[in-house]
């Protein structure tokens, strides 16, 4: 049923949704950079140009973006809702990501957590992947004829900050403690000069990864949490808990 | 700091608690078989002789643990605290089962989820292997000098019933639908005839088996909920979603 | 202030909302039945023709509900809302279906849970319903005047699928073990033949059922979840609690 | 499996356990009026003699529960564990506890929520009716011989304060509005002088009932909450919600 | 960065968020006369006349939304949104409510819980308040530049009924016991004629105030849900906790 | 009824309870550091000498608990129940902190988080404390006599590593971030040598104070989890939500 992913889950490819230029990065790049590394390809789908934060102007933000996403190893396009702050929850959007999924066709898809409480953007662009995830595999929506359904393997959640965590669900940790990763990940941050000036992110996103590393006895670690049960053929991966104190 | 499994999880031992003679299989027995094909080493400690059930001596229920275990590719042992339907929590008991961890040194640890709206006996079992699993690696403990300190890969819980499954815990699904692995399952649910025969305990296991397995697009497939968050090197092994539905 | 209900329970009427042409069938169908055996009139209202789904065209699809419907001893009409997999949250489609409460005048109400993990419309379908039944019983919404105001008895939701059922919340299981209520279900499931030739869903809908009925001790139940709290004149009718293991 | 009460339960018995002698009627007084009134018989199994309570000696707490057990037309016994403040969760008392089960041979057994935010007599003696309730189906517990094994039919609790109120479960209400039950309720509470005299327990109660009947649209009202999902025939008994605002 | 409120919180403003002219009164009328009594500054933004209740024209409701306000001493303005019974979450709303707290620049803000089960309007409401909170902090948004960004210090959620209250999250208690503040509030209420004749929505109040009063050891208790952790300079201000049986 | 804490809260003394050497330190020591340096007195009791960790002697950690204290400006006493890692939930343990309460008469009480997913002792310790505040203030439980009852004022919650923080419930938040208070903190926790040798301890706990401080705008805070809604007179001291991202 899911033939390409069964098959060769090491090769399918990863698309990250964001609704500003910096939250990829900041909410999983260093996930990014793991999988980059590893030969996985990489895309961004950004939904907005960062256009209503106090600082930066779209160009600014677009070309850090550009810049990001080219030291994560990955390709980066832009994809206009309704511009940032100003994103809803529509089926017209759904389906336009329904759409960018069928044009690509990823095995992974991450997209920020769904839950409220954090910038409205972020939770509605969850809301609206994990919508279109589904409409992407219905044959019959007659906006997405243009292109063969598809259905995706898994559908991850990153949080751009601490409070947009799930409170209950248990995360799923990433080991991103290689150096060369921790690196290309600091910098990847770096690169959005007009956000980091003004606001610590970069030490906050470092200190949650090491918060987490601390947490599971290695440097780093980043939290996504899945949107389904994943299933498993054994438990040969899955024999690492987090269970340093 | 947990050098064996790291660099060689694929070969790490695994250690599965029971309370009753037969609880391991209902509750996670296709994983049994599922890890023991695969080559995986694999014992049982059952912590009583299931006395205390409507059907079946002692006896009977012993000759049919070993048995069962043998199908499944396990070893067995018995391990007595308060016998059958009398199983309190205590220290005395958490340190007896972490001298078995410290004695066998698994690398998987497998028992009852610690819920405690269940049998007695299965929640309390969960609730003393987590704190085993804590106590064996702490080199303190007097009692537990005879073997060195050792710290578990990881510890997943197993539901006996659908009643004992966490209701807010995501589960990890672990795919147990090739032919072979539900026949080896079957047959060693089938073993404990002085229980069968007066319950649908194997109709119940396969048919939440069967569920977990529409509900992800194969066959049959059980539930395990970790303990601890999982650590992953990267998302080469998370990209199954269950999203059948 | 709910004199009908109170007075006459068992007379009262039962409206379901489904979203899809056969979301009622999946999600509840063996609970009409059981109600109309009973002598309770029921009515489905279906929000769309199911023209998005892979498989069956609007006219299949349209007949298939209606025999569907009449196999389980319910009426049938169909409220257009934004169609198939266009389901919006919007005030004006609470006000539509808050019509049709104060037109019917039901007892009781079903509706697809409205946790957001599902297909978008069931969701949204079932927030929209109980945003209806709210509207239904204030008097000064202006497009409702054609009616008067009607307070429903109760709003139950049905999960379409596994993954809807909420968490959380305990359900309540009604007991549809009768030969002649699975066999009408059965049936009315698979009247649906556009969608149960690509997918197995009777066979989810069966084991869903079975696995609730094993664990109640009866055949098959289907689990419906409260929106409030239920009131009862005594405990006569609460004294069958779901503990088969 | 469970013949008696599917075919009679409205002539099942009725089991209260209390920790103190006043917890029944603070936690669910009104309740047993309405059943007692109603033709069911009801007993109340109280495990101390609320001897560490900072007013009342041993013998006027006990009489004042025999008054007011009276008053709620049960009968009454004391069954001593480990007395007032000194309760612990010992499998022996589970298997005295199940042993009076058997003995008694319930259909609904009330017993105070598990939850442990409250005094802790409270919440261990609702953990142990809980295991008690397992103990006595169970054929092979030796203590247990004397009497045959017994299946009850559905385990409520009920909370002796709004502290002690499961957080996120959904209760049922039963109505206590009549006139007559809300007096015999509230005069069943007075008997308890040595408790009612320093502190507000009897407000405290009629003001949780009225705030539950306020929201049911009835006068008063008294929560339950099931430990299992109960199982109903049809929907006849389940159609009235508390929605008031 | 908050300079105002971390040097004067006790002068800091109060804004109050209401979907109808009455239900800051309902909800948290008694916080307000604690407030305004204690020298704050109190302001109410009312977002609709009430003019889908059943009961009251427009501009009765008006007006006794003025007499009200006037009551618990503080003042109001009314700011159209999409009309009672009408209101969607749009984020042209949140960008108007934005523009409020940018023009009133408020310390604390109150607003109706979020959550869903409740009147539509009331959660929606919430949510936009939630959101317009951020909004109204981000320098870039266009609609909002004619007037400078503004954090306010807090989000305070009140419940408007009992089943607003959110499940799982602790409260905070306002004590509001003193007997001239319990008048002014009640008096606030009873200034509502065209709903409480109808309704009992002042007892309904009270009662619930004075459960959480003798929960809390008082005469009466509001209870309050913050959006985010509330942070403390020390444990002076937190030392009495809610434990009154 | 609680007269002490209700007319001077700022002199109330505190009561840290810890089950080893090194908890409070650990886990709320930057809290002790702002409350003694605002002149509350601060005791600790300590309820075992650590000898079950890998590493340290009695001697040692009991030197080194002195010198901690010493360095938070708090006193401290040993009060022996099982030894290190044998802690059990027993009645009697209760009453023995129960009479440390009535000897001690805090109004404040610090205790670790009850939750069992943690070391033991800790969940344990915390379990026993609540069940402590209780005992003590009943008037007629025989151990206890000779001291006259006490209600303390509040009992708050600490969490000794990140995993033992409760998932659901929001925290308080106390901003130590005065580096006096920063560094005093450190010292405390650096005179763990034993223990922070092998382990990261200092940096894990930094590591999540400087994580906290990152979400509310400030350098460091520690994160307290009441045990029942706290009772504020007014906002006045509520007014600083952790919004910083």
């Given amino acids: 049923m899911k033939p390409t992913l069964k098959s060769r889950p090491e090769t399918a490819s990863l698309l990250a ?41 779209r160009a600014q933000r ?30 017209a959007h759904a389906i336009k990501l329904a759409g960018a999924l069928r044009r690509l066709r990823p095995g992974i898809v991450l997209a920020p957590t769904p839950g409220e409480n954090q910038h409205p953007d ?15 595999r219905y044959g019959g929506v007659r906006e997405l004829r243009a292109n063969a359904p598809h259905a995706i393997g898994t559908l991850l959640f990153y949080a751009v900050t601490p409070e947009a965590e799930p409170a209950i ?22 690169v959005h000069v ?6 610590d992110y970069v030490e906050l996103q470092l200190t949650r990864a090491r918060l987490y590393g601390l947490r599971a006895g ?28």
Same sequence: chains 1, 2, 3, 4, 5, 6.
Avoid: K, Y
């Avoid at 007009?194 to 606001?199: D, L, P």
């Avoid at 049960?229 to 899955?238: E, G, I, Q, R, T």
């Fill in 169 to 190: 669900e248990t995360p799923m940790l990433i080991d991103i403690s290689a150096p060369e990763i921790v690196a290309a990940w600091t910098a990847a941050m770096e």
């Fill in 62 to 91: 677009t070309s850090e973006a550009r810049r990001s996403a080219a030291l994560l190893g990955a390709t980066v396009e832009f994809l206009e809702l309704d511009g940032d702050a100003h994103l809803e929850r529509r089926v």
């Fill in 194 to 199: 007009s956000q980091t000036r003004a606001r």
């Fill in 218 to 245: 290695v440097g780093h670690a980043m939290a996504l949490f899945p949107n389904d049960p994943v299933v498993f053929d054994s438990l040969a991966h899955v024999c690492r808990g987090a269970r340093g104190f």
């Fill in 17 to 57: 949704f964001g609704a500003h230029p910096d939250d990829i990065e900041f909410g999983c790049g260093g996930v990014i950079a793991v999988e980059t590394r590893a030969g996985r390809a990489a895309h961004f789908v950004i939904c907005s140009r960062g256009e209503a934060a106090t600082h930066g102007t």
């Fill in 122 to 136: 972020h939770s509605r662009l969850g809301q609206l992947v994990r919508d279109a995830a589904r409409l992407a």
